[in-house]
């Protein structure tokens, strides 16, 4: 692997270097998940604990007559049942009118009421003494159905006389478009398209097709809760964020978020698939009304059929340009699958996306939300920034072959700068697109050629926008000097902890083993958001960074009270205190951190905030592979991944995030796909049938690791862990082209779909 390409290394460092960012120290937590010490929610065991599991619906669409759980109440050893009515107070049943929408979308989401409105929607959730005799009880849950026909594809969705999956969904003044399956509208305008378009001299229009996937974490979702009084609620839970969990719960059930205690466990993955509640509340439900704690875990079946996959969706793309290869104008229409339920809005996230990497004077991004009889569509690394990138990085490459053009050529003729516009309105502070495209073009693997029959090589370039949000952070010295540092930011397995505890030391001048970070709980940190959308090195590191200016800024304080000065004149630097009016007076930070009881009592101290200053991450893919004519099996021979980093915290879990990225993108553009009959019902839901891509379908994943600062962190870090995500399914499709002559608009391109393109099936 190879160093950082610092852009501008002495300008942008002021001839600083550091001592901790930029090295390579073992993970903090390596040692308890390799020797399997880590605890993960499967393995809380507490007095008297019971297992709870959830009935779910058969059907993709069905009216609920009537659910009667009587048989599975009177079954010995069954110690609660609940169903929807346990979410619904007496008081909102009476005056139902006044409950707000989303509120009661919520609780039917939950809990299906009048409809279940996809395959795995619960029903009903039993806790046993055992988990063998819970799934009996189950079984004699008695839900009469009126069974419906299903909505499954999007477009079929916008149709007239599609069935209605929502009927309260009506169009509303002021929400142009919206009604009937269309859950949200989104138009982004700049320029004249139509324009831009009677300038151009090619135009290339293309409509894609991308399916469903999941996150493929290998730890099924699990929850433990103990409703230990009205005023307790414990719950340990695997997930991103524990807050977002407490929200969840309390808006569900409704109670205090005060009242809640949600403690998180070491998540066995989760790529944005863990952001939300799914057992907790039914587990809380089970342990208040049994009156003992209930652990509930998913089955590998119940984890496709029932959480929260990514979304499908169909793009058209149109994009137009003169000959000299400047871009005059794109349009792009995009339609999402939101699912049973509308949760973020797809459409807003596609046109924030759409082309990103480039400058285009003119253009018209539209998009919508649209409901289907499947499970509530949810976050996977980058949402949708792949689906967006494989339509225009698509339409891209044509359009460069069409002009006769070098397609990397054509890319720097119209990349976006600082200072550019994007058609949602937003203008590029410092980005890397340049830099990143012109380090591709220097790898070894760019300038290799590559032979053979059948092989093909393909380059794509893909944005994420990064997000901030809110983080909190603690630090509290002992008086040995090291230093506790906690946070509510999750490890998903992404090292955070380890980089924000770089950061922190960096800033304290402390070496890094004098810090032990922590995960707190709800009730034990300040709200932080969930790690997500390549936030946490960003913004809880600021956080670590403010909270570790202020302890130095009270350690300074303390080192005055001992040399009796005024702390104004107290400097610190290299882990040392010094002073201007007495050179020969030193304090290392263990040695005021020895006194600090005796000078004033213990320093905690803490930063909560919402930092402004996210920096937005580029990525650029390079795939070599060769194509089985007979079988139309693909085989990635060789991939490079050089992406705009802003700061490498630590190189070496950089990397890893980046191999790790491109593998999942590998897999989307080859295999991975939700598979459903005509009913609705998902088909491929285990790993046995679920193609995930393993170490024999992907090579080593060679990083270029390009430094581009970020001005708004104080390191200059820019997320890194979903940009290498977004173009791999691009790149193999341009790769596939070149190897064949072919061009594919769907993902993922089995060896089905190639031989189809092919023309060797019907």
């Known amino acids: 692997m190879s160093e950082p390409i610092n852009q501008k290394d002495d300008e942008e460092k002021g001839g600083v270097h550091y001592k901790v960012i930029g090295s390579r120290p073992l993970a903090q937590d390596a040692v308890d998940k390799s020797t399997g010490r880590a605890a993960y ?328 939300d649209v409901f289907v009889n499947k499970p509530k569509s949810g976050s996977f690394r980058a949402p949708n920034a792949p689906q967006v990138t494989f339509a225009y990085e698509n339409v891209i490459d044509e359009l460069s072959e069409k002009l006769g053009l070098d397609p990397m050529e054509f890319r720097l003729r119209n990349v976006a700068r600082q200072g550019t516009r994007k058609i949602d309105g937003l203008v590029y502070p410092r980005i890397g697109f340049m830099e990143t495209l012109q380090a591709a073009m220097k790898t070894d693997h760019y300038q290799t050629p590559l032979q053979g029959p059948c092989r093909g090589r393909g380059i794509a370039c893909g944005w994420w926008p990064n997000n901030a949000l809110q983080s909190t952070c603690s630090l509290g010295v002992n008086d040995d000097g090291s230093v506790n540092l906690i946070t509510g930011s999750i490890d998903v397995g992404s090292n955070a902890r380890t980089a924000i505890a770089m950061q922190a030391a960096e800033r304290l001048s402390i070496p890094l083993a004098e810090i032990h970070p922590l995960t707190g709980d709800t009730s034990s940190i300040g709200y932080t958001a969930t790690t997500g959308g390549s936030r946490t090195t960003f913004a809880t590191g600021i956080a670590a960074i403010t909270a570790a200016d202020e302890l130095i800024r009270r350690m300074r304080e303390r080192a005055a009270l001992l040399w009796n000065i005024d702390s104004s004149t107290v400097a610190y630097g290299e882990g040392t205190f010094t002073t201007d009016s007495d050179p020969a007076k030193r304090l290392t930070f263990k040695e005021v951190a020895a006194q600090v009881l005796s000078t004033g009592g213990p320093i905690f101290v803490t930063a909560s905030l919402e930092p402004k200053g996210v920096g937005s991450a580029v990525s650029v893919c390079l795939v070599d592979l060769e194509v089985d004519p007979e079988t139309g099996k693909v085989a990635i021979l060789r991939c490079t991944s050089i992406q705009d980093v802003g700061r490498a915290i630590h190189p070496g879990h950089v990397e890893g995030q980046i191999q790790g990225a491109v593998a999942q993108g590998i897999g989307r553009a080859l295999s991975e796909e939700y598979q459903f009959d005509d009913q609705g019902r998902l088909l491929n839901r285990s790993f046995l049938d679920y193609r995930m891509p393993t170490a024999t379908d992907v090579p080593l994943i060679e990083t270029v690791l390009v430094e581009v600062p970020n001005p708004g962190h104080p390191y200059g870090v820019r997320g890194v862990a979903e940009p290498p995500v977004v173009p791999p399914p691009a790149a193999v499709a341009i790769a596939i082209n070149r190897a064949l002559g072919i061009r594919l608009f769907e993902l993922p391109m089995t060896p089905e779909r190639v031989l189809r393109a092919m023309g060797k099936l019907g």
């Open 41 to 368: 929610t499967g393995d809380i065991k507490l007095p008297r604990m019971i297992q709870g599991k959830i009935l779910r619906s058969p059907h993709a669409h069905a009216r609920i007559r009537s659910i009667d759980t009587s048989r599975a109440e009177a079954l010995t050893g069954v110690l609660a049942v609940v169903t929807w009515r346990d979410l619904w107070p007496a008081k909102d049943l009476a005056n139902q009118e006044r409950v707000k929408p989303r509120y009661s979308h919520f609780r039917d989401s939950y809990f299906a009421r009048h409809k279940a409105l996809y395959c795995g929607h619960p029903i009903a959730a039993v806790a046993a003494a055992e988990p063998w005799l819970a799934e009996e009880a189950l079984k004699l849950i008695d839900v009469d159905y009126e069974v419906l026909p299903p909505v499954l594809d999007p477009l079929r969705a916008l149709e007239k006389d599609s069935p209605i999956l929502h009927e309260d969904n009506i169009p509303k003044e002021g929400r142009p478009g919206v009604g009937g399956n269309v859950a949200f509208r989104v138009e982004n305008l700049k320029g004249d398209p139509e324009t831009g378009f009677a300038q151009a001299e090619v135009i290339v229009e293309r409509e894609f097709r991308i399916g469903t996937i999941h996150q493929g974490y290998i730890e099924p979702t699990a929850a433990v809760a103990d409703w230990t009084s009205e005023r307790q609620l414990k719950l340990w839970s695997s997930t991103q964020s524990v807050f977002f969990v407490r929200r969840d719960v309390a808006e569900l059930l409704p109670i205090p978020m005060a009242h809640i205690q949600v403690i998180p466990t070491e998540p066995g993955g989760s790529f944005g698939g863990k952001s939300a509640a799914f057992l907790e509340p039914a587990a809380a439900l089970l342990s208040r009304k049994s009156g003992r704690p209930v652990r509930m875990v998913m089955s590998r079946e119940e984890v496709f059929t029932a959480t929260v996959p990514s979304t499908g969706c169909f793009i058209r793309v149109k994009m137009g340009a003169t000959r000299l290869g400047r871009i005059t104008a794109a349009t792009a229409t995009m339609i999402f699958e939101t699912g049973a339920y509308r949760g973020l809005s797809w459409a807003a996230g596609g046109a924030r996306l759409m082309f990103a990497p480039y400058d285009i004077p003119n253009g018209r991004i539209e998009g919508y």
